[in-house]
Nanobody, 122 residues
Framework: QVQLVESGGGLVQAGGSLRLSCAAS????????MGWFRQAPGKEREFVAA???????YYTDSVKGRFTVSRANAKNTVYLQMNSLKPEDTADYYC????????????????WGQGTQVIVSS
């Protein structure tokens, strides 16, 4: 069992930055790939970024060059640094622990956090 708790969301102006954190319970954190997804009102949950056990990172095209995913295994924490935020980044952001499969697909993740809200004003 893995429990995930996100934090760091909030209201920010366009062009600003936020850093999301996801704290994980369990001793197997370092052996699990982690992902970030987001869901805007009225839209489906979409892939944002992922980081493998070895630290390889993956991003959706719309956030490349602006977002950075990282992990601190000693702290059982994964981060999402978000820079140059745009109003279209407004969504609830979720971290998730992979159970195998493609990092880009919702179905590849077994455990999910409760989400943290990000609102980017124009």
């Amino acid at each position: 069992q893995v429990q995930l708790v996100e934090s760091g969301g909030g209201l920010v102006q366009a062009g600003g930055s936020l850093r999301l954190s996801c704290a994980a319970s369990g001793r197997t954190f370092s052996s699990v790939a982690m992902g970030w997804f987001r869901q805007a009102p009225g839209k489906e949950r979409e892939f944002v970024a992922a980081i493998s056990r070895s630290g390889t990172v993956y991003y959706t095209d719309s956030v490349k060059g602006r977002f950075t995913v990282s992990r601190a295994n000693a702290k059982n924490t994964v981060y999402l640094q978000m820079n140059s935020l745009k109003p279209e980044d407004t969504a609830d952001y979720y971290c998730a622990a992979s159970q195998g499969g493609s990092y880009y697909y919702y179905e590849s993740y077994r455990y999910w956090g409760q989400g943290t809200q990000v609102i980017v004003s124009s």
